[in-house]
């Protein structure tokens, strides 16, 4: 059924009229779409947008981007960004009780299981743009080298989580915690793989038992 148009509802039944009157709790899903969006276009109506916009994306807004959303006909890019910001302040505002990356020593308690132990993990944080952790994956286990940890296999779920950064992190198992040849080579080629794909590299962390080592810190990143 198309929806009606907001001048085709009573007064009271409008979504601005129904935030002053009734609190924004009384709005649908669609009615705060639609005073996101603010007009419609292509001919139709704003909660005719809205309700197309939240079919197409089956109420998972959260996982839209600005290409998917300006893809609506009707939908611009000034009103796909006031979506995007939206949601992302939501995210942020339910979020802010988690803890932000601000220094290396923030990244040990997502770290702490490899240190120690007697084979190299490498591990790949994801971070948002407010620099939370999205996620925590080991890439490899073994010795670091290129052939082992590919660019592909470190982007590859940063990708996915539409990370902002990476941060990098493996142990030594000697417990020497100084970075060798082979770090400096693997960090540099994936610091060039980060500015490529847009996501970049905040920091390799080197981890050993006592101590926290930044490559970022040491000039290498």
């Known amino acids: 059924m198309k929806a009606k148009?907001?001048?085709?509802?009573?007064?009271?039944?409008?979504?601005?009229?129904?935030?002053?009157?009734r609190g924004v709790q009384a709005l649908?899903?669609?009615?705060?779409?639609?005073?996101?969006?603010?007009?419609g276009g292509r001919g139709r109506g704003v909660l005719e947008l809205a309700e197309e916009i939240w079919r197409r994306f089956d109420g998972h807004l959260l996982g839209a981007t600005l290409h998917e959303l300006e893809s609506v006909p009707g939908v611009?890019?000034?009103?796909?960004?006031?979506?995007?910001?939206?949601l992302e302040l939501g995210r942020r505002t339910l979020l802010s009780g988690c803890p932000v990356i601000q220094q290396p020593a923030d990244v040990l308690p997502y770290v702490r299981d490899i240190v120690g132990k007697k084979?190299?993990?490498f591990v790949c944080l994801s971070l948002s743009g407010a620099g939370e952790v999205l996620?925590?994956?080991?890439?490899?286990?073994?010795?670091?080298?290129?052939?082992l940890v590919h660019p592909r296999e470190v982007f590859a779920d940063a990708v996915?989580?539409?990370?902002?950064?990476?941060?990098?992190?493996?142990?030594?198992?000697?417990?020497?915690?100084?970075?060798?040849a082979e770090d400096l080579a693997l960090t540099r080629q994936l610091v060039e793989a980060g500015r490529t794909l847009g996501i970049p590299v905040a920091d390799h962390l080197i981890v050993c038992p006592g101590r926290i080592l930044s490559l970022r810190e040491q000039g290498f990143v």
């Open 5 to 21: 148009s907001v001048h085709e509802l009573p007064a009271v039944d409008r979504p601005r009229e129904k935030l002053r009157t």
């Open 28 to 39: 649908s899903d669609q009615d705060l779409l639609a005073l996101l969006l603010g007009s």
């Open 135 to 147: 996620a925590t994956r080991v890439v490899t286990v073994g010795l670091l080298d290129a052939a």
């Open 160 to 180: 996915t989580d539409r990370a902002a950064s990476i941060i990098l992190a493996h142990n030594h198992p000697s417990g020497v915690c100084e970075p060798s």
């Open 119 to 121: 084979q190299e993990h």
């Open 76 to 86: 611009g890019r000034a009103a796909a960004s006031r979506v995007m910001a939206a």
